[in-house]
């Protein structure tokens, strides 16, 4: 079974717009951690955001913001005023207290002018 | 702090040959990843380090990868005899212990031709 869900492949929107990933993932463990990476075309993964299973705020990090709906088992990325420059695919990621990372497949966002 | 190093950043090579890729974690990351990524498969866990000691191989796909790692600034990855189907990028990452994003290295691109 995925762990990890990423059910939008491509994602389009125009300049200067919000936009929101989604995410749900699939634990029974009560500790548990969600990140958020973003991979240009040049090929690099970029750290964004954590989310702990135990946190009571939503994490923000700058223009990025993690919806956490903890009883929905999603964890979702909102990106608030895009740039040109956020164009890139962004990957979803678990990891359970003693485990390794799960990756979801991914979401291309390809932001418009 | 430089990051995760890896070298190559690309390696073209002919099927048959050895092919060993380098990595350089951050100083004073208790652990170090091995990952692979291809279109189909997604990024895929080859092994992990802890404390220079390799925990989990289960990811490594058969007998002809094999990963060290002599001391706590370097780990190998090698794949003897490489086949096209090796073709992929493959990104070494670090993270210290606990609950943290893994800081990944800018990766290398190998082909298999």
């Known amino acids: 079974a995925q762990k990890i869900t990423q059910t939008q492949p491509g994602m389009f929107v125009q300049e200067k717009e919000a936009v929101t990933l989604d995410c749900t993932y699939d634990t029974s463990d009560p500790s548990y951690g969600l990140f958020w990476y973003k991979q240009p075309s040049s090929g690099e993964m970029i750290f964004l955001i954590y989310q702990g299973s135990y946190d009571q705020q939503n994490a923000t990090e700058g223009r990025y913001s993690l919806n956490f709906q903890k009883a929905r088992k999603s964890a979702n990325l909102v990106i608030s005023a895009s740039q040109l420059g956020d164009s890139a695919m962004y990957f979803c990621?678990?990891?359970?207290?003693?485990?390794?990372?799960?990756f979801g497949p991914g979401t291309r966002l390809s932001v418009l002018p | 702090d430089a990051g995760v190093i890896q070298s190559p950043r690309h390696e073209v090579t002919e099927m048959g040959q050895e092919v060993t890729l380098r990595c350089k974690p951050i100083s004073g990351h208790d652990y170090l990843f091995w990952y692979r990524q291809t279109m189909m498969r997604g990024l895929e866990l080859l092994i992990y380090?802890?404390?220079?000691?390799?925990?989990?191989d289960s990811g490594m796909p058969e007998d002809r990868f094999s990963a060290k790692m002599p001391n706590a600034s370097f780990s190998t990855l090698k794949i003897q005899p490489s086949e096209p189907r090796d073709s992929a990028v493959y990104f070494c990452?670090?993270?210290?212990?606990?609950?943290?994003?893994?800081?990944f290295g800018s990766g290398t691109r190998l082909t298999v031709v």
């Open positions: 990452a670090s993270t210290p212990s606990g609950d943290y994003g893994y800081t």
């Open positions: 990621a678990m990891r359970e207290e003693g485990q390794n990372f799960v």
């Open positions: 380090f802890n404390n220079n000691v390799p925990i989990d």
